[in-house]
């Protein structure tokens, strides 16, 4: 669910590059790296969701979204839009995955004593 909010919000951040330029009148010296350039982060951190940091990168991302708001104010909203996106499936994602842990463990534990009971 991360990974989906994350491509997802690489287009917005990407689209928000042009927005940038030509309403917020930010220099396309500036626009360009930091709108694209967390875009490509976006699309990156799918990838390393795997190792524990990787969660820690994505929040990082949020917290740099919301603060283009500072540059292009629509991006206050929608990037506390993406981060509470960001924050559900997080939670949502861990639960989930602590439920899966625990539901193999009783088939496991299932599986022994069945085993353990035939001659």
Known sequence: M???????????????????ISVADVPA???LPVG?????????VPGFLRRPWGYGVGWAVQVAAVGLGFLVT???????????LWGMADVLGRKIEQERAAAFAAFDAQQEDREESQP
Do not use: H, K, W
């Open 36 to 44: 694209l350039g967390l875009a490509v982060v976006c699309l990156l």
């Open 2 to 20: 991360c990974s989906a909010v994350l491509t997802l919000e690489a287009i917005t951040l990407g689209l928000s590059t042009p927005v940038m």
């Open 29 to 31: 010296s500036q626009a």
């Open 74 to 84: 629509t991006m206050f909203f929608l990037g506390a839009i993406f981060a509470l």
